[in-house]
């Protein structure tokens, strides 16, 4: 006889299984969530880091989904949630001290959820894109139509679930359009071609290349076309990137609220070891401390796909194909190295101010220079064989200025930034003594990088 018995029983409780939990839920599911860690959230977690008195995100940073149905449905301002938006979405700057600042044109309602662009944002935007590649800025304005319609494609695909056999895909409308510049050649492109295809100077498709590499899409890796699309519209300031005030661990929070009010239970500390299968279906869960739990509908597997197979339905007789086709999973590409954050006695004072003095407005500010030869040949490679003692000859860095958005996640008169280098080994790459010696390394190396552009 089982230990306890819901609906619905769901592994993990990150994001995924938060935002799923909910959805069943509020449809008249009992349902249980079941994690290992102290803690709700995955990735969306805060701490006194990196000292106390000041509070950092040392994984999920930025707040994308504000646009997602799940604000809207779950009503999250109502629980707690609030979102900061800065004036600019996000900054390049360069070395000779120039910048281009990508002010946010959107204005958002968010009690409807209506978005709607601001004209004059977006021509402000070009005016300064035109400051530094006048061609780019007027082959921009005249497609400004066509990137419209590639964001309303770019929304339906990453915010629905994936078109049913027969139905067409949200993306088929820009590929089947004879007169928009993005064909089925963009499903196979790399980011650099992509770079290549919609820009002329070496500065614009430097920041294209910085900011898909962030995700991460290497230069030289084939990126999705909706990962295209994102990185196009920030220049335009159509995408529109926030911060959750007081940490992303609130985001968390609002879902659970949520998620409670609604009769869902949640336990943490809960690691779960297998699914339980019954005459071919998932029956329930058995923890790793031997409770079993009862699902009458259905479990949620939330964990990575390998540990999936490999651990919770290890004793089940899965397809040999899809075993087979799931160990030749790699996992190759590390995201964002050292993605930490650094406590600070003065914010960074830029030298590309002079430039531009919108660049303090920034979300998100990306250094480097518009050497795409190198990005193309050597970024790749050089970042993901950073070794102790072994630094790529060049670094394209990024900061959050979390402070000047949110001047709660610092004490009075200090100054918190999260910064980070994009690409980097897998974590299997390095053994435990060198990862050591790289993040000691790796304070010096961005302070050194970071001094080009804010000498302070």
């Known amino acids: 006889m089982a230990d306890a018995s819901f609906d619905a029983v769901m592994i993990g409780g990150g994001v995924n299984g938060l935002i799923l ?17 102290p803690e709700l959230g995955g990735a969306l977690c805060s701490s006194a880091t990196p000292v106390s008195g000041f509070t950092g995100d040392p994984c999920a940073d930025m707040v994308g989904w504000w646009r ?20 600019a979405v996000t900054a390049q700057v360069f070395p000779d001290g120039r910048c281009l600042v990508f002010l ?23 005016k300064e894109i035109a400051r530094i590649a006048p061609g ?14 590639a964001g309303i494609a770019f929304e339906n695909s990453v915010l629905n679930p ?54 991460p899409t290497l230069p030289n890796y084939p990126t999705a076309p909706e990962v295209s699309i994102f990185g196009m519209l920030v220049p335009f300031g159509l995408a529109k990137i926030g911060m959750a005030k007081g940490g992303m661990h609130n985001i968390a929070h609002a879902l659970q609220r949520h998620f409670s009010e609604y009769g869902g239970e949640f336990f943490v500390g809960a690691e779960v070891d297998s699914i339980i299968m019954r005459n071919g ?30 651990r919770h339905l290890r004793d089940y ?91 709660g996640c610092a004490p009075p008169g200090k100054h918190l930034s999260m910064v980070g280098i994009a690409a980097f080994p897998p974590a299997s790459w390095l053994n435990e003594t060198e990862w050591q010696q790289v993040k000691k390394e790796a304070a010096d190396e961005i302070m050194k990088e970071w001094q080009r552009y804010a000498p302070n």
């Open 21 to 37: 939990g909910n959805y069943l839920a509020k449809n008249g599911m009992k349902v249980g969530i079941f994690e290992k860690n």
């Open 68 to 87: 997602s149905p799940v604000y809207t449905d779950f009503q999250l301002h109502e629980r707690g949630l609030e979102i900061i938006f800065p004036e």
């Open 104 to 126: 946010d044109a959107l204005d958002w309602n968010r009690e409807t959820g209506e978005v709607t662009p601001r004209m004059d944002v977006i021509q402000k935007n070009l």
């Open 136 to 149: 780019d800025a007027e082959r921009m304005e005249k497609a400004l139509d066509q990137y419209m319609l």
């Open 162 to 215: 994936p078109p049913l056999p027969g139905e067409p895909d949200p993306m088929d409308m820009l590929y089947d359009n004879p007169s928009h510049f993005m064909d089925r050649r963009y499903q196979s492109m790399t980011s650099f071609e992509v770079a290549c295809d919609i820009y002329n100077s070496p500065e614009m498709r430097s920041f294209f290349l910085q900011w898909n590499a962030i995700v």
């Open 281 to 310: 279906r998932a029956a329930g869960i058995k923890l790793a401390d031997g409770t079993e739990i009862e699902a009458r509908e259905l479990v949620v597997d939330t964990a990575e796909i390998q540990q999936a197979l490999n």
């Open 317 to 407: 007789q899965v397809n040999p194909e899809i075993r087979r086709k799931v160990s030749k999973l790699i996992y190759d590409t590390g995201a964002v190295l050292w993605g930490g954050g650094i406590a600070l006695h003065e914010s960074p004072q830029y030298s590309a101010t002079a430039w531009n003095p919108e660049l303090t407005k920034s979300r998100w500010i990306f250094m480097g220079d518009a050497d795409v030869d190198y990005l193309w040949q050597k970024y790749s490679y050089q970042n993901m064989h950073i070794r102790p003692g072994h630094w790529p000859e060049k670094m394209y860095m990024s900061e959050s200025p979390n402070s000047r958005v949110d001047p």
